[in-house]
């Protein structure tokens, strides 16, 4: 009976340690120190921009993301994340400084970050929508609005 209590509890305490592992685990950060892991973002709308300072596009439309990245804060649309992604792989101080520069106010991903599904940018800027839990990902290829975003989000989620 001992043996069966003692293999039991090493059974458990393996299992609540991978769940642990799993809830604490971060797949990227943000220039401002935020964590995330794409499991706990699985059930929202996922849009990631990639940008870069030497892309005349893609410095023109960061108003504009800016624009909808504040309307999702002011909706409190918690079941939609925005972040940009540098194309050249900016990180650190320097990439805080873009995004002082250019007065960027949505969330930077500082380093390299894996995304949920294999997507590459063929031209920039480009933006890439995830839906939550897996689904086809939408690509968009140049300058983006405010309102083709919000009207593509829109339609996406069935609004």
Partial sequence: MQKIV???TALFALILGFFTFQ???TD?????GEA????SLSDEW???NYFAEWCAPCLR???ELNAFYADLQRESAADVAFFAVNFDGITGNELKTIKLNYNMQFPLIDGD???????????LPATFIFPPNGGDVITLYGEQTKEKLSAKLAALQGL
């Fill in 23 to 25: 809830s604490m685990r």
């Fill in 6 to 8: 003692i293999i039991f």
């Fill in 61 to 63: 439309e960061v108003p």
């Fill in 46 to 48: 996922v849009i990631v």
């Fill in 28 to 32: 990227f950060k943000t220039v401002s």
């Fill in 36 to 39: 995330y892991s794409w499991s």
């Fill in 113 to 123: 970050v894996i995304l949920p599904q294999a997507v590459n940018p063929r031209g």
